[in-house]
């Protein structure tokens, strides 16, 4: 049985790929975790569809908006759960350099965020009910700057833990050489 394929994907570009850098992906477990969100869109399709039945038999109100409404809502739901949410997942990529942490995500629009260890003021590790039961969670960096927006969503919660203690002590060490 052959397989549609689709890729959303851009050619390597050097300005986000640093060379010798150990980059390290986040758990695939963060796929579950965002296919949640999905599934409640999918939710809200065959609500549609449903109402629009369910007006068809109980008025002269037409089901086919309603049901083509609900279609289409489910075709962007399947396609979130097979195509976009498994591609998004897996551009998340980190790596610890000696002076700073890199964190790059995206396939279309990409991102790299460098976050020097000495400018880290705080490293917080947080979970939501559905993370904790898929054992994941998100570190994510508070700096000096307001903009800074660094977080490394679905690390394992024992990788998560050993980060923060890691980024923790080399952002003290920066800090005490000043």
Do not use: C
């Not at 089901?63 to 289409?72: D, I, M, S």
């Not at 904790?132 to 690390?155: E, H, M, Y």
């Not at 833990?161 to 920066?174: P, S, T, W, Y």
């Amino acid at each position: 049985m052959a397989t549609l394929r689709i890729v959303i994907d851009l050619p390597a570009d050097p300005l986000f790929l640093e060379p010798g850098a150990d980059w390290r992906p986040v758990s695939p477990k963060l796929i579950t975790e965002r296919r949640y969100a999905v599934l409640v869109i999918a939710v809200v399709g065959v609500a549609l569809m449903v109402l629009g039945v369910v007006l068809q038999l109980t008025s002269a109100a037409s089901l086919w908006p309603l049901l083509g409404a609900g279609l289409g809502v489910e075709a962007i739901a399947l396609t979130l759960w097979f195509v976009v949410v498994p591609r998004m997942v897996s551009s998340w990529r980190y790596a610890e350099r000696a002076q700073d942490l890199l964190i790059r995500h995206g396939r279309v629009i990409r991102r790299l965020t460098v976050v020097p260890y000495g400018r880290m003021q705080v490293i917080e590790v947080s979970a939501n009910p559905i993370s904790q039961r898929l054992g994941i969670a998100t570190v994510t960096l508070v700096t000096a700057s307001a903009n800074t927006n660094a977080k490394i969503p679905g690390l394992p919660t024992e990788v998560a833990q050993e980060l923060r203690d890691r980024l923790a002590a080399k952002g003290e060490a920066m800090t005490a050489g000043l």
